[in-house]
């Protein structure tokens, strides 16, 4: 796999958006940890090998236990490590990157909004939605990930 371009170089308006969205996600009250944790799980789901490990090295960095970060993709299983808010966080984070499959059903909107409220259900969307456009970047440009670089 051989990296291509750097689409924010070429496209420097184009980053100042997106980093602008990601200053909002990490100024408006949702918890890092429950940030990184979706992204995480997003980036998994769309097979961003960059993302993923930096996601992964964000949580460790957050003093997130490994056994926590390991059992990520099968949170449903190792629902015991999740708080209610992180569990909430996960299943909507999965039928939103997944909306050509899901097309978001009511009930999952229903049981995420009974668990985080409107304001953080309405933050929560905007950093899936960032983060699978990220995604999207670090796929199609074959962004090499760090533990590469070592």
Partial sequence: MSKRLEVFKHAPEAYKGFAAVKSYIQTCGL?????????????QINGCAYCIDMHTRDLLNH???????????VWQEAAALFSDKERAALAWAES???????????????????????????????AVSLMNAFNRFGVSM?????????
């Fill in 96 to 126: 939103v990157t997944r909306v050509a499959q899901t097309n978001v059903p009511d009930q999952d909107y229903q049981q995420a909004l009974a668990i985080l409220g409107e304001k953080e259900l309405a933050d929560l969307t905007v």
């Fill in 63 to 73: 003093g997130i236990k490994i056994d926590k970060v390991a059992l990520v993709p």
């Fill in 142 to 150: 074959r962004m090499a990930p760090a533990a590469l670089a070592m």
């Fill in 31 to 43: 918890p890092a940890e429950l940030v990184e944790l979706v992204y995480l799980r997003v980036s």
